[in-house]
């Protein structure tokens, strides 16, 4: 079978593991996330109209299509939001890593309700990023905290970030990826107003270049990087896809931001890297193996390759 899905997953690693080196800039200078976020949003919407472009502006708007492609964008856009809150009110240390754990959602609406399987590498390899991501984030040796409100939103934030991932491989196959990331554009901008409420204006905030500026050049790795991975979930399996880019881009993170600054990481942070290393390197080198349901998806409208290749 062709690995299309690995080449995009890998170039969704490539763009979000420099995002996640570079997104904390923003903060350093000053700039709200929130206000990171309306960026974010609308660098959406560049490479949406890019695609539709190439596509000849062939935008599905039946039903399933427009609600599906809502239903992944507003799942993202949402569990960003209610992130926000979270962080306002609780340990980061603590919220990050519950979030990362977003995939294992992924895995088992995939396993149960795609019948996506995978060999044994693959399944070592899913096994290890699960254990991967908290590690990333988690700092040992922190006070206690109290559950409270912030608990409850992690664990939202987290099955929102895990059903959207599901999601995305269910709207490839009645809409054109196209359009699905055209209606996820949609979506984020339509939050914008959410954000902007939520943003403390009362704070001196810079609005030049190391704003929205610095801002944009980074966001746009994330845009771009979330344009991919739509293609991705259409090429490859949802409980495959979803551990590797989101154990490879943080492993990347790693790597860099340790490079950046110099600083020597915590043991629970390279055991993350080593691990990361090692189950993207196994999900990666996982054969093919059809799924059962894949003969049954119908088959979804044109989708044209971003990358130009020709082949969807």
């Known amino acids: 079978?062709?690995?299309?899905?690995?080449?995009?997953?890998?170039?969704?690693?490539?763009?979000?593991?420099?995002?996640?080196?570079?997104?904390?800039?923003?903060a350093e200078r000053g700039f709200p996330d929130t206000l990171v976020y309306v960026v974010w949003a609308l660098t959406m919407l560049p490479p949406a109209l890019i695609v539709l472009a190439r596509a000849g502006w062939q935008l599905q708007r039946d039903r399933r299509a427009v609600i599906q492609g809502l239903t992944v964008g507003l799942l993202g856009a949402g569990g960003q939001m209610l992130l926000f809150r979270a962080v306002e009110s609780?340990?980061?240390?603590?919220?990050?890593?519950?979030?990362?754990?977003?995939?294992?959602?992924?895995?088992?609406?995939?396993?149960?309700?795609?019948?996506?399987?995978?060999?044994?590498l693959g399944l070592a390899g899913i096994v290890l990023a699960l254990i991967a991501l908290p590690l990333f984030d988690y700092q040992p040796g922190q006070q206690a905290q109290d559950l409270g409100l912030w608990f409850v939103l992690a664990l939202v934030v987290m099955a929102a970030w895990g059903l959207q991932a599901f999601f995305l491989k269910t709207a490839n196959s009645v809409a054109s990826a196209e359009s699905i990331f055209f209606y996820m554009a949609v979506s984020a901008?339509?939050?914008?107003?959410?954000?902007?409420?939520m943003t403390d204006f009362s704070h001196p905030i810079p609005w030049g270049w190391n704003g929205p500026g610095l801002a944009a050049l980074i966001q746009v790795l994330n845009a771009v990087g979330a344009l991919t991975l739509v293609y991705a979930f259409r090429h490859g399996k949802a409980l495959v896809?979803?551990?590797?880019?989101?154990?490879?881009?943080?492993?990347?993170?790693?790597?860099?931001?340790?490079?950046?600054?110099?600083?020597?990481?915590?043991?629970?942070?390279?055991?993350?890297?080593?691990?990361?290393?090692?189950?993207?390197?196994?999900?990666?080198?996982?054969?093919?193996?059809?799924?059962?349901?894949?003969?049954?998806?119908?088959?979804?409208?044109?989708?044209?390759?971003?990358?130009?290749?020709g082949k969807a």
Request: aromatic share 6%; with cysteine.
């Open 1 to 26: 079978m062709q690995r299309h899905w690995l080449t995009y997953a890998l170039v969704t690693t490539l763009f979000w593991g420099v995002w996640g080196a570079l997104t904390g800039l923003s």
């Open 90 to 120: 609780g340990p980061a240390y603590l919220i990050f890593p519950i979030v990362s754990l977003s995939p294992g959602v992924t895995i088992a609406l995939s396993f149960g309700l795609l019948r996506e399987r995978t060999g044994k």
């Open 189 to 197: 901008v339509a939050c914008i107003p959410a954000a902007l409420w």
């Open 241 to 309: 896809v979803a551990p590797l880019v989101n154990a490879g881009a943080p492993l990347l993170t790693a790597l860099l931001s340790m490079a950046l600054s110099g600083a020597s990481p915590s043991g629970t942070k390279l055991a993350g890297v080593a691990l990361a290393l090692l189950a993207a390197l196994l999900l990666a080198l996982q054969p093919e193996t059809p799924s059962p349901a894949s003969s049954a998806e119908p088959t979804p409208g044109p989708a044209r390759d971003p990358l130009g290749d």
